[in-house]
T-cell receptor
Framework: ETGVTQTPRHLVMGMTNKKSLKCEQH?????MYWYKQSAKKPLELMFV???????ENNSVPSRFSPECPNSSHLFLHLHTLQPEDSALYLCASSQSGLGRNEQFFGPGTRLTVL | GQQVMQIPQYQHVQEGEDFTTYCNSSTTLSNIQWYKQRPGGHPVFLIQLVKSGEVKKQKRLTFQFGEAKKNSSLHITATQTTDVGTYFCAGPRNTGTASKLTFGTGTRLQVTL
């Protein structure tokens, strides 16, 4: 266990549904991230939160809406997704500002959009 | 924007053979990190290299950071089936407070008996 949990682990949704992915980190880190991992592309950074403030939105479509209520929790709200949004969504956290700033990943949510 | 490429994309070796993956960045990096993702799993941090020309070893794994800090390699000696997975290098995008990483394209390693 890396100290980063994600729920649900698997999600199947229709294009008209609204769902949310949840991430929680128990490591006391101050930065959290959402990544998308699909079969034919490298890990794509979607959003970065540093001290609860969004510091990056990597040209992500508005059908993905992040929320970071505190430094331990991160959500990704999904609505009117497309089939090409099917992927593994990974949450990660890190302690920014230190020399070694590796990221700790959660197990991911495998999302299928029908 | 910054790009990080890895070669090969895929390698299949027999147990006991050596394996190397190469990572090349389009920009100079302040440091480079390596991650391993087992099939069905999530990326797990292996190591970070910071200094030009740095070499670090973890048991059968040897990591190098190039002199120009634009490339890196991971070499596994005498592979085992437990080495199966995808290996990613990652470099920071800027010197901001959060560690925004650009991940490489990954090298998938398959090891058979």
């Amino acid at each position: 266990e890396t100290g980063v949990t994600q729920t649900p682990r698997h999600l199947v949704m229709g294009m008209t549904n609204k769902k949310s992915l949840k991430c929680e980190q128990h490591l006391g880190h101050n930065a959290m991230y959402w990544y998308k991992q699909s079969a034919k592309k490298p890990l794509e950074l979607m959003f970065v939160y540093n001290f609860k403030e969004q510091t990056e939105n990597n040209s992500v479509p508005s059908r993905f809406s992040p929320e970071c209520p505190n430094s331990s929790h991160l959500f990704l709200h999904l609505h009117t997704l497309q089939p090409e949004d099917s992927a593994l969504y990974l949450c990660a956290s890190s302690q920014s500002g230190l020399g070694r700033n590796e990221q700790f990943f959660g197990p991911g949510t495998r999302l299928t959009v029908l | 924007g910054q790009q990080v490429m890895q070669i090969p994309q895929y390698q299949h070796v027999q147990e006991g053979e050596d394996f190397t993956t190469y990572c090349n960045s389009s920009t100079t990096l302040s440091n480079i990190q390596w991650y391993k993702q087992r099939p069905g799993g999530h990326p797990v941090f292996l190591i970070q290299l910071v200094k030009s020309g740095e070499v670090k070893k973890q048991k059968r794994l040897t990591f190098q950071f190039g002199e120009a800090k634009k490339n890196s390699s991971l070499h596994i000696t005498a592979t085992q089936t437990t080495d199966v997975g995808t290996y990613f290098c990652a470099g920071p995008r800027n010197t901001g407070t959060a560690s925004k990483l650009t991940f490489g394209t990954g090298t998938r390693l398959q090891v058979t008996l």
